[in-house]
């Protein structure tokens, strides 16, 4: 997604070779007209799958969420972030590992909202280990419900999350996808459909 | 605001005469095209205002505060909740108390993303006591900018908070005004222009 790509090379600031910060666009200051485009971009690569409910985590992966979710019609739930869980009662909860902040936190959905019948989407912001990704696929799978695809807007595609949700038969679409981040320069996955496009 | 106040009645779970939630629509599931027209109708309430920026709190105030962003064509900053903060550098922080998980929580927004020049709408999804609110308020006020509105989904007019609000010389929007929740019912403020319009 050419746009998103953009904004990255003109805003993320490179901390490490491990770490991009986008904090002028998506995870504390947040551009609307580009989370629009990136709901719109969602809904393309997805329309086609039936998808009933969007499944995110808070905070930065509500915004797009939430703008795929207009754009095709059904409704967002965000997974809450928990370092201790006292009441679990219906509640969907899954273990997820932040190797950014080196913690283990639990993650959690009501079960109320999610059936059986339900396809989910599941969107984040940023797919690197895909600890949070497989936490959200593991609630998801407890509801009973069918994970249909997993949607990111950014990949750091150096890193072992998205070959590994691919591994266990997951459809992923990362609207932005980077190959390295060395010497504090952002470099992306050459992508045949934009080039062509 | 019918939309929401015909959501609310329809529903929202009153826990007790204080605590009404709102989980299906709002603060764990997102009802997206609800969103888009919450942020309609606060762009409508402050489109003469000038706003050049939106403020607002994670979790659940980014929904409306994004559309709200997108239908004024502004930039959005949520302010993250922080148990603890070893770092501060270029952070403004405010100290926010809540009354429902009786704790004391650290507010912050980088600094960056505020200028002398902002002319800012605060908007979150529930005011109560206040404490949020004011907390952002702090925030803007440290920055430089100006505070042109709050922006509220439901508030409890119970509650002290919107007069003090008020009494601090703001303007208070609130898209949905609960007068009591008392015997397991939700009572609106009655709001003349609805009943008119």
Chains 1, 2 share one sequence.
Request: aromatic content about 6%; hydrophobic content about 45%.
């Amino acid at each position: 997604m050419r746009l998103l790509r953009e904004k990255i090379e003109q805003e993320g600031i490179v901390l490490s070779d491990g770490v991009l910060k986008v904090d002028s666009f998506l995870n504390h200051q947040i551009d609307p007209i580009l989370m629009k485009e990136i709901g719109l971009e969602f809904a393309r690569r997805f329309e086609a799958d039936g998808i009933t409910k969007i499944v995110t985590i808070e905070s930065s992966g509500i915004s797009p969420a939430v703008m795929a979710g207009l754009e095709l019609g059904v409704k967002v739930v965000f997974a809450r972030k928990r370092k201790s869980l006292t009441l679990t009662n219906n509640l969907l909860v899954s273990s997820v590992y932040s190797f950014t902040k080196q913690e283990e936190n639990n993650i959690a959905v009501s079960s109320q909202f999610l059936s059986q019948e339900d396809r989910v989407l599941i969107i984040d912001d940023f797919l690197a280990n895909g600890e949070a990704a497989k936490g959200l696929v593991d609630i998801v799978n407890q509801s009973g419900a069918t994970v249909t695809g997993i949607g990111i807007v950014i990949e750091k595609s150096f890193q072992k999350g998205a070959q590994e949700l691919v591994d266990l038969g997951h459809r992923v679409e990362s609207l932005a996808k980077i190959a390295s981040l060395k010497e504090g320069k952002v470099s992306f996955v050459e992508q045949l459909e934009e080039v062509t496009s």
